[in-house]
């Protein structure tokens, strides 16, 4: 039996059976950097097969949730038009809090035009009645921009179910040719 000294076996060897045939092969041993790039290529192939278990968890629960594009539309709809009926409900409050402020304001523009002081009460009420005001426009344009990223996502989930009309589940967005994707 031939054997390979101690200080060649890092070079790597081959086993041969008894009639001389390589039976496998002992690669050589790494270096410090080949061991490094191998662990940080380990960990990039790892990272990579996360992100596609996780895409296909995300893609079936899609597809669950969603048979098709009515649907998402549907969905998106819903949701639209309750904020869009909570923004009119609000407007007629706005409406309503502007006539009480004009009232207001012409009681106060009587006082003054007698060279009276303003009542306290109407002071602390028209103040009050304008807060209101602006609070309640800063939650219509809030929920003005909740309904620009509804509509963002639902275009989102659209578009990957489209993708998935051709593409498999879990396939990642860069691997994607936006050329194969169907138009809505």
């Known amino acids: ?33 080949e061991l490094i790039e191998y662990e940080k290529q380990q960990k990039q192939q790892k990272a990579a097969e996360l992100r596609v278990k996780q895409q296909k968890n995300n893609d079936q629960n899609l597809q669950r949730l969603y048979a098709n594009h009515a649907d998402v539309e549907r969905a998106r709809l819903r949701q639209v038009e309750d904020l869009q009926a909570q923004i009119d409900t609000a ?16 009681k106060a523009a009587d006082f003054e035009r007698r060279e009276q002081p303003v009542p306290v ?29 509804i509509n963002k996502e639902y275009d989102e989930i659209n578009y990957r179910l489209r ?7 879990g396939t990642l967005p860069e691997n994607v040719d936006e050329t194969l994707i169907p138009k809505e």
């Open 1 to 33: 039996r031939d054997s390979i000294s101690a200080e060649y076996v890092a070079n790597g060897y081959d086993v041969l059976n008894g009639q001389g045939m390589v039976l496998f092969n002992v690669p050589r041993e790494k270096t410090p950097a």
């Open 91 to 106: 407007k007629r409050r706005i409406e309503a809090q502007q006539e009480s402020i004009r009232q207001l304001e012409q």
């Open 121 to 149: 009460n109407i002071t602390d009420e028209l103040n009050t009645s304008r807060i209101e005001v602006k609070l309640v426009e800063t939650s219509n344009d809030k929920r003005r921009a909740a309904i620009n990223t």
């Open 163 to 169: 993708v998935l009309r051709v593409y498999p589940r």
